[in-house]
């Protein structure tokens, strides 16, 4: 049988430039006798912010800078860089688990008993495991060479160990995000990804603490409700929950500005725990709250807005401001100190005068019990910050 040759393809063009430039044809798609024109391209200059992996980066990136390099060299277009801002997100690592077989058995036994016989540590499949803790039926229905598996357990559970490394399907460490979704939602899983970690930064992925991020959604929707009915008050808010409120409008505006998701996430965390602790429920406070985290758990920001009785979309609503006034403090907890050891703390006015702070540390009835009717040799007060006498 003869064998069918075909030409050796030596254009790279395609694949090298094509793809190195694309950004460039996106300002003007439509003309058909150049790549770019020269207006639409002064126009629209170089790209915001482009987001790409780290491996990403080491390819494709470092050739579309040449090739704007070179066609700005040509005058063709106006900037010698491709991209404004650009942001290298870090790898999501993967979290594998490992049975432990007896040798020359097909007995597994426990994580913390394995020292106690001679094992071979398997990899197991990361979605047959909860929070280290083996699901023993699937387990078997995974692999025809475990469908008999006996195991050693300890308090009646087989605990599977652990280890940080690459997501690869060798190592059976790859998470489904379809499984996550079914079991938590999209919104949890959104958000967990976020609290990972800083978004340039490698990070593990571990199952273990998602849990934790679905029980903060959760406390979030019990402000909402009461029982199974939704109960929100048109109440004017306190200065603590408008504290509360604008201590975060402040801090996520920052974080999203900056790509500081995993601490935008520990911030909702806080509020959500500082208004439940006030029995907080006031649409005053919590419609703010709800547009806020809107660009991290959209699906659960919507649904609350329309129970709120917005009729829109909460994307069309405007980002919250701002009101510095409401983060002022009002007062101030000072540590009081004996000879340098802190006994305890006093809460005065803010912006109270050296003397008067002074005065009112040495007439607390606790710092008479502690003095013990000895004078005073010297007392040390920084305003805003502590006090400490010296007997």
Same mark, same amino acid.
């Given at each position: 049988m003869e064998t069918k040759k075909y030409p050796l393809e030596l254009n790279t063009m395609p694949g090298f430039a094509g793809s190195s430039a694309y950004y460039l044809r996106y300002e003007d798609p439509h003309n058909d006798k150049a790549l770019v *024109?020269?207006?639409?391209?002064?126009?629209?200059? @170089?790209?915001? =912010?482009?987001?790409? #992996?780290?491996?990403?980066?080491? *390819?494709?990136?470092?050739?579309?800078?040449?090739? @704007?390099?070179? =066609?700005?060299?040509? #005058?063709?277009?106006?900037?010698?860089?491709?991209?404004?801002?650009?942001?290298?997100?870090g790898m999501i690592q993967g979290r594998s688990n490992?049975?432990?077989?007896?040798k020359e058995t097909n007995t597994f036994v426990s994580y913390n008993l394995k020292d106690q016989y001679d094992v071979t540590p398997i990899h197991v499949d990361v979605n047959i495991v909860s929070n280290d803790i083996l699901d023993i039926e699937k387990f078997r229905n995974w692999s025809p060479d475990y469908k008999n598996a006996e195991f050693i357990l300890e308090n009646g559970k087989y605990v599977c160990g652990w280890?940080?490394?690459?997501?690869?399907?060798?190592?059976?460490?790859?998470?489904?995000?379809?499984?996550?979704?079914e079991k938590y939602g999209a919104d949890t899983l959104r958000l967990y990804e976020m609290f990972l970690g800083p978004l340039e930064q490698s990070k593990p992925w571990d199952t273990n603490g998602i849990d934790g991020v679905h029980r903060f959604l959760k406390k979030l929707w019990g402000l909402f409700s009461k029982g199974e009915e939704i109960s929100v008050s048109d109440d004017e808010p306190t200065a603590e929950e408008l504290k509360s409120l604008h201590k975060l409008i402040k801090k996520i505006t920052y974080d999203i500005e900056n790509f500081s998701f995993n601490t935008s996430v520990a911030a909702f965390m806080i509020c959500v725990n500082e208004l439940t602790a006030l029995k907080c429920n006031k649409k005053a406070i919590l419609e703010p709250?709800?547009?806020?985290?809107?660009?991290?758990?959209?699906?659960?920001?919507?649904?609350?807005?329309?129970?709120?009785?917005?009729?829109?979309?909460?994307?069309?609503?405007?980002?919250p401001l701002l009101n510095e006034e409401y983060l002022k403090e009002n007062s101030v907890k000072y540590p009081?100190?004996?000879?340098?050891?802190?006994r305890f703390t006093l809460e005065l006015p803010a912006g109270m005068p050296k003397e008067a702070v002074e005065k009112a540390a040495l007439e607390n009835e606790q710092t008479v019990k502690t003095m013990e009717g000895k004078a005073a040799k010297k007392i040390i007060v920084v305003p805003g910050k502590i006090v400490n006498i010296v007997f």
């Open positions: *024109g020269k207006e639409a391209n002064d126009y629209w200059g @170089n790209v915001d =912010l482009y987001l790409g #992996g780290t491996e990403h980066a080491t *390819g494709h990136l470092i050739y579309s800078r040449f090739w @704007n390099k070179f =066609l700005f060299d040509l #005058g063709i277009i106006s900037k010698d860089e491709p991209f404004q801002k650009l942001i290298n997100q490992f049975v432990y077989r007896i280890a940080v490394e690459k997501m690869s399907k060798s190592m059976y460490n790859v998470v489904n995000p379809d499984d996550i979704v709250f709800v547009i806020l985290i809107a660009p991290y758990a959209p699906h659960i920001a919507e649904e609350l807005y329309q129970m709120l009785g917005n009729n829109s979309s909460v994307y069309n609503a405007g980002w009081i100190s004996f000879n340098g050891k802190v």
